[in-house]
Every structure is written in C-alpha cells, then in structure tokens.
C-alpha cells in the first residue's frame, strides 16, 4: 500500500492507519514523503529517495524512532529545544510552563516527540478562558495527567468535576498584571 504524508516538526511521518509514529530524518521537514508499507516493513522516500526504512509497528499512539533522524543530533535542534519550550509554556502561564516541564522531564522520550504537544497546548492556551486553562493545568500536575487530551477535554468541559472546595484554583493567581480593589479608590 502507498500513501503521501507531511513530515511534521517531530521529525516523524504518522501512519493513520495504525496510528503510530515514524521518524524520518529532520531535514525533511515539512516535505512530502511517499510510504510504501507492507505488513512488515515502512519504506519512506523523499522526492524519489529511499531514505527511511522501519519495521512495521502496529502499537497504536507509539512511536518508531532511529536517533540519528533526530534534529537533537543537528544544529537546527539548538533553536529549538525543550527549554524554549518551557520558556514559552511558563511566559504564557506558570501552570503551563510547568506542564510542559513535566511532559519533557517525566518521558524516556527523544524531546522532539513532544513538540506538537507542547505547540497544541500553546494554542489550546491562546483560545481558551485563562481560569479554566489555569484550573486545568493544575488538575493535570495534581494527578500526572499532563497531556494534550487530558487537558483539552477538561478545557472543553470547563473543569467539570473539578472540585470547587480547593478554593486556590478558583480565586486568581498571583500575577503582575492582576489589580486588587485597592487600585479602584
């Protein structure tokens, strides 16, 4: 079987149809690689080049990683690493900054894998109430859930279950931008 797909900023090509994630070498982002599959075997061409070969695996939500197609092993990675991740995650939200934290230093994974997370919880930051995000970072620090799903879904559904007896998630964080009633006399 054939099918084109985008190679994405994790350096990775996701093969809908089992759901699970293989590398290609980074500087083929954003190209359009050719997969021809068999029921062993993933080949990947660039503009007619083989140049991926992987075992099929049919882990659905996992990935198939040779370190070298990594952008950790080229100069591009250093503008764009865990750090200025977090960097980013913690200048938009504190809570965030620390969610994206626990995603890179709670994983035996490469960092790039996380990238589309970390970009889709930046969005998902951008487009949602600022309580309800804060709220639903810190629901997933409090139980280890810091994924993208996790945190939308409590996003979408405005914190619903959440208990409202932990009176800190609801009153506003301490924040440079935040006025008390004192600045209204």
Known sequence: SYTDLKVSSNCCIYLGRDKHYYTVPCQHIAK???????????KIYIE????????RDYRQGKYTIVEEHLESHS???RQISAGKYIERASHALKELGDVVHHIFYNSSMPPEVHYRTCEGLLQLQRSSDPTIFRIACQTALKYGRCNYGFIRSLV???????????PDLFSPGEHENIRGKEQFK
């Open 32 to 42: 359009t690689a050719h997969v021809a599959y068999t029921r062993t075997l993933v």
């Open 48 to 55: 007619g080049e083989l140049v991926a070969t992987h075992q």
């Open 75 to 77: 100069k591009a990675y």
């Open 156 to 166: 979408e559904s405005k914190c619903a279950g959440v208990s409202a007896s932990q």
